[in-house]
């Protein structure tokens, strides 16, 4: 995954991932537009990056994949949240919050 600039925290593409499938099953490339689009352009995931992922959430049962056929008919791996997925997604998001306000909170340097 490359951003500009710098990079990510640990755990944000696996949450980013959890988010763009929450809407519905997509392919590798769909999700990389997803989480671009998401994000604004902010963000922009990798295949090498991507797939290691992908393959480390389905293992996890937070996904499940089949092969299908795209909008113009080509083969491509088409990922979905399982419920043990959905579960993760929740968990993460409230997560990702709690660090966020805090974050926030800290940079306003209230005390």
Do not use: C, N
């Amino acid at each position: 995954m490359t951003t500009s600039p710098g990079s990510i925290l640990p755990g944000t593409l696996e949450l980013l991932i959890l988010r763009a499938l929450g809407t519905g099953e997509l392919h590798g490339l769909g999700i990389a537009r997803r989480i671009e689009q998401m994000t604004k352009g902010v963000f922009s995931v990798k295949a090498g990056s991507l797939f290691p992922a992908l393959h480390r959430m389905e293992r996890a049962g937070w996904l499940r994949s089949a092969w299908d056929a795209t909008d113009d008919s080509r083969r491509a791996r088409f990922y979905e949240l399982t419920a043990a997925g959905r579960r993760q997604l929740d968990a993460e998001t409230d997560h990702w919050r709690r660090v966020v306000g805090a974050l926030t909170h800290a940079l306003r340097g209230s005390l």
